[in-house]
Nanobody, 126 residues
């Protein structure tokens, strides 16, 4: 049985763009708020962005506002994160996660999420 699977990521130069996506595994995304977290090398995991179950509300960490865009395709159970103007400090393993929620919440704490993927590596070179 597979949890959701992150795809994309890779190596990019500073200032470039990269996308990561997350596809549902054993659990459909329906009824869940979705979030992206990341864990830089040697650091704790941190919140990046979240989107409500309806898709109508989003919330971003200050350090990605204006550079990253979170979106979801509820019909196909896909979560996406478009990243632009990437910086070396964005280097991290990026994880998607599911949180039980009403249609409007945008959870931002890891303890609110119950299902995690394996992550996708994003490396930004200077």
């Amino acid at each position: 049985q597979v949890q959701q699977v992150e795809k994309g990521g890779g190596l990019v130069q500073a200032g470039g763009s990269l996308n990561v996506s997350c596809e549902a595994g054993i659990r459909t995304f329906s009824g869940f708020a979705l979030g992206w977290f990341r864990q830089p090398p040697g650091k704790d995991r941190e919140f990046v962005a979240s989107i409500s179950a309806s898709g109508g509300n989003t919330y971003y960490a200050d350090f990605v506002k204006g550079r990253f865009t979170i979106s979801r395709d509820n019909a196909n159970d896909i979560l996406a994160l478009q990243m632009s103007s990437l910086k070396p400090e964005d280097t991290a393993r990026y994880y998607c996660a599911l949180a039980r929620s009403n249609l409007y919440m945008t959870p931002r704490f890891s303890w609110q999420y119950e299902i995690w993927g394996q992550g996708a590596q994003v490396t930004v070179s200077s």
